[in-house]
């Protein structure tokens, strides 16, 4: 994401359960919504990688993943990833606005607006 990048990072990769939790701790306490996360399955429908470091991760796999139960996650034109206030992950159309996270050296920084993601 280009926000991202200007500020020498990128959209943050949520890589472990208490990470996951903790974030959404922090979204449910600014109480502001939907953010993007540097998930996508933009190279291929069926694996959902992290933008960044390349890793694959295995929507079936409840220690690494946290899609919200009952989504369908292929066979339709949404290719991001977004998490919310329960750490619940959604596959959405890039072009849709949300907030989004940032990461740089193992920190993160919200978004002062909306966007859509820019691959």
């Given at each position: ?48 990688r992290w933008m960044?470091t390349k890793e ?46 940032c990461q740089k ?15």
């Amino acid at each position: 994401m280009n926000w991202c990048r200007l500020m020498d990072g990128q959209l943050v990769e949520l890589k472990s359960q208490a990470f996951n939790t903790l974030l959404a701790r922090m979204i449910a306490v600014k109480n502001t919504g939907k953010y993007w996360i540097g998930l996508t399955n933009m190279e291929n429908e069926r694996v959902f990688r992290w933008m960044t470091t390349k890793e694959t991760v295995n929507p079936m796999d409840p220690r690494m993943s946290f899609f919200k139960p009952g989504q369908q996650l292929s066979g339709q034109p949404k290719h991001c990833v977004h998490t919310d206030e329960k750490g619940e992950w959604t596959v959405e159309s890039c072009k849709a606005q949300f907030w989004f996270i940032c990461q740089k050296n193992n920190r993160i920084k919200g978004s002062s607006k909306k966007v859509r993601t820019r691959l």
